[in-house]
């Protein structure tokens, strides 16, 4: 059944959709006894700093490559927006609380901002405006129940820091533990969930195409990789900060957030079995293997396949830089959990490709989607519920039965109240969650909704919005609705199971 999210507002698709959510429902319930989630289950809702908080120059806040690169190169967005203001949540962040609580979610997972709290990187500049923001935004969440997760690093690097090459530069390992070290000072006492990074596979974009993500340099094939390759060293000097003087005393847990679609077979063959493998160790396994594999490192078929490339280019050395055997114990085994993005699926066959993704380039696959799985409001989005528990499943076989935390999970619409295409995105994961826990014996221990709020997305502007709750970003005042989607998640979070009739 082909269902097309544009035009989800009409009576007779919207009957359709909860037609088919119900469906889904049903199936989810006959294949295992139990549709209520395990006890302990977290649920929350996300956001990231520079997506909704506005205040971009205010009291004391330094620049980074957002706001850099929306400033210098107006027209990247699709529609010319950038996030000076956005949800302006700077100023708001009590009324985003207040939608939380109503929402009655577990803990809020948002992002600081590295240059609102040392506006240039360096930690010899610490803004207190910065730190009372947070503090307060902390307080008011814990008083209100909550628990914070936070995400010390989402995609908004201090501009200085790229003019001395960013995530390029190996002292970017130094400036980041020092960061990691103020956050952990100021916060620490009250903040239990940490993620140092998110999605480092989106990181390296931005050193590697230049019409994707800040600080957009085009350097594919070198950038992505010697970014990618200090964004885990990093990441492993912030975990072992945390574990070595933090952790006794704080009692927290702390990770990584990684991204990834589920790359199906386009058929039947080896060949195609194989392009999946390969996919799926390129995407998801480059950032993961080192972390949480039994024999650390990049994974074998990536350093096959890149140092082949490397030497075939000429190339006097890999474009997959080496960690030393040290730097391998070091960052191997440096999460508490695994936390992983989902948002769609794609079908892989074997075969080169022109794309300017370089890993797709490098993997030797060709990446599709079918015609018959339903669109939305994004391009690159499907809905393919199914492959997040295939997902869950090939993380569950190749890294030892992990924790893992679905750390957002979201659609891009039109921004409508009736969101019924939303509804269904949702409650129809959520039932494949359920059967790879169910049926499959995976640990899963939380689901994140992306996002709490409609919000700069980024290159697309706010031409695309994943909120369940909508923001009016023509009224000075930012107000706030609850969509149909922040109702059905209160449902499902109130009862902990998913319904079993569209009544409920």
Known sequence: MRVNLAGWSSPGVIAALMQLTLLVLCSAQSNNSNTRFPDGFLFGAATAAYQIEGGWNEDGKGESIWDHTMHTQPNFTADGQNGDVACDSYHLYKEDVRLLKEMGVDFYRFSISWPRILPTGEANNI????????????????????????????????????????????????????????????????????????????????????????????????????????????????????????????KGKIGLVLESSWYEPLTNSSEDAEASERAMQFCLGLHAHPIFSTDGDYPPIVRELLDKKSEAEGRPRSRLPYFSKDMV??????????????YTSGLVTFGETESHTAWEMDSGVRTSSDPSWPSSGAPWLKVV?????????????????????????????????????????????????????????????????????????WSAGYTQVFGVYQVNFTDPARTRTAKASAKAMADIIRTRELPTDLEK
Not at 225 to 247: F, P, V
Not at 329 to 342: H, K, L, P, S
Not at 412 to 435: I, M, P, Q
């Open 127 to 250: 803004n207190q405006a910065g730190i009372d923001y947070y503090n307060n935004l902390i307080n008011e969440l814990l008083d209100n129940g909550i628990q914070p997760m936070i995400t010390i690093y989402h995609w908004d690097l201090p501009q200085w820091l790229q003019e001395l090459g960013g995530w390029v530069n190996p002292i970017i390992a130094d400036y980041f533990e020092d960061y990691a070290r103020v956050v952990f000072e100021n916060f620490g006492d009250r903040v239990k969930w940490w993620f140092t990074i998110n999605e480092p596979t989106q990181i390296v974009r931005g050193y590697s195409e230049a019409d994707a993500d800040a600080p957009a340099l085009n350097k594919s094939g070198v950038g992505n990789y010697l970014a990618g390759h200090n964004l885990l060293i990093a990441h492993a000097r912030a975990y072992h900060l945390y574990d070595n003087e933090y952790r006794s005393i704080q």
């Open 329 to 342: 114990e070091y960052i191997q085994g440096t999460a508490d959990f695994f936390a992983i993005n989902y």
């Open 385 to 457: 519920p199914w492959g997040l528990r295939k997902l869950i499943n090939w993380i569950h076989k190749n890294y030892n039965s992990p924790t893992i935390i679905i750390t957002e999970n979201g659609m891009a619409d039109t921004g409508n109240l009736d969101d019924a295409g939303r509804v269904y995105y949702h409650t129809s994961h959520l039932a494949e969650l359920l059967n790879a826990v169910y049926e499959d014996g995976c640990k899963v221990a939380g689901y994140c909704v992306w996002s709490l709020l409609d919000n700069f997305q």
